[in-house]
């Protein structure tokens, strides 16, 4: 392409220059020899002019970067694959493990045996000694609820009467009724704590009580054999001892209620309440006298005095009830006394009147002395 144009140019300057030539020595008539000279100077700069041009344009095309066919072609990049960022599993909120602060553990139960007998329609309170496993405290915004199984009329929850630090007990009743139709019933029992989770013995066991609903057979129905009052006088010792002297205090009279021995101040205070009775005055407590003691002294629970202190001490004592002595009618003596009640046939009603009272003091106590050999 530039050689082309190079040799228009020198062809054009060569046309020229004889042109020249020929005007200078054969001049044109009518034309001076100034307009001559003028007229090939400018013939001569327009080709110069043309000359530069043609210059121009070639260091203009030589200055202009070349275009490769190859970037006329469109490289195609492959695809890029967006990558997935891994996204972080959401973490479950964490929930209070029963097991490391709230666990309750069995202890024993305190009324009504696994599989106890009874009759239909009778009201009972099941008694249990529970631990606390855990590291929390057991506060009275803790309660006992019911979980499974049958009912037997009681309540869905009651709250706990107090606190337990980790590692105390507490006995927690309930108060229940036996179903009217014969068959296995059991109740099952949870503890539920102030943020409202639920929890129970190891593994989420409950606590339960299990009873056995039996027909009466009136044929067969056992008749209470209450042996007779038995007799105590000065220098006997027991737990009815004990309860002559509270139910003595009960009835006004001023006596140190200590311990369970006869003693001569004792005697003093039988004799003068065997006087204000108008019974034989001897200084001995037998079936009479007996009689004018228990006289005016039914109890229930929400009773207290000296005469619940009679009862407790007879229950744990003599009957080996695990409940306090503290002169006040709770749940714990109700269900100690029902449990009695069952055992010996009677009325059960939990209510301490003539027959229960008698029962309680006139019944001995089996103990088996055992020789082991060697």
Not at 131 to 158: H, K, R, V
Not at 178 to 201: D, E
Not at 271 to 278: E, L, N, R, S, V
Not at 316 to 343: M, N, R
């Amino acid at each position: 392409m530039f050689r082309t144009r190079n040799l228009l140019i020198f062809g054009l300057l060569g046309a020229l220059l004889i042109t020249a030539c020929n005007l200078s020595s054969a001049p044109v008539q009518g034309i001076a020899d100034d307009d001559e000279r003028s007229f090939v100077e400018t013939a001569a700069a327009a080709t110069i002019v043309a000359q530069t041009e043609v210059e121009a344009e070639d260091v203009e095309v030589a200055n202009k970067p070349e275009i490769e066919e190859e970037a006329a072609v469109e490289t195609i990049e492959p695809a890029v694959t967006p990558t997935l960022v891994p996204t972080a599993t959401p973490t479950p909120e964490p929930t209070a493990d029963p097991g490391v602060c709230d666990l309750a553990g069995f202890v024993m139960d305190i009324s009504i045996p696994d599989g106890a007998e009874m009759a239909p329609n009778e009201n009972f309170v099941k008694t249990w000694r529970l631990s606390n496993n855990g590291t929390c405290t057991w506060t009275t915004d803790y309660e006992l609820i019911f979980d499974s199984g049958d009912a037997m009329g009681g309540p869905a929850s009651q709250k706990l009467t107090s606190a337990v630090v980790p590692g105390g007990t507490v006995d927690i009743s309930v108060n229940l009724a036996v179903p009217n139709a014969a068959g296995n019933y059991t109740g099952n029992w949870k503890l539920r704590n102030a943020g409202g989770i639920v929890f129970a013995l190891a593994g989420g066991v409950p606590i339960y009580v299990e009873i056995n609903v039996v027909e009466p057979d009136p044929t067969a129905t056992p008749t209470p054999n209450i042996p007779d009052w038995p007799i105590f006088k000065l220098n006997d010792s027991g737990p009815e001892v004990y309860a002559i002297k509270a139910l003595l205090r009960a009835h006004g009279y001023n006596l140190l209620v200590a311990n369970d021995k006869f003693n001569h101040l004792t005697r003093n205070k039988v004799i003068a309440f065997q006087t204000d009775k108008g019974i034989a005055v001897d200084g001995i407590v037998g079936p009479e006298t007996w009689n004018q003691l228990i006289k005016g002294m039914t109890i229930e629970e929400g009773d207290t005095g000296f005469e619940v202190r009679a009862l407790q001490h007879l229950l744990a004592e003599k009957w080996d009830y695990d409940i306090a002595i503290d002169g006040d009618f709770g749940p714990l003596t109700e269900g100690a006394v029902i449990s009695f009640q069952t055992s010996k046939y009677l009325l059960v009603d939990g209510i301490v009147g003539k027959q229960t009272w008698q029962a309680l003091i006139a019944y001995e106590t089996i103990q088996l002395d055992l020789e082991l050999s060697p």
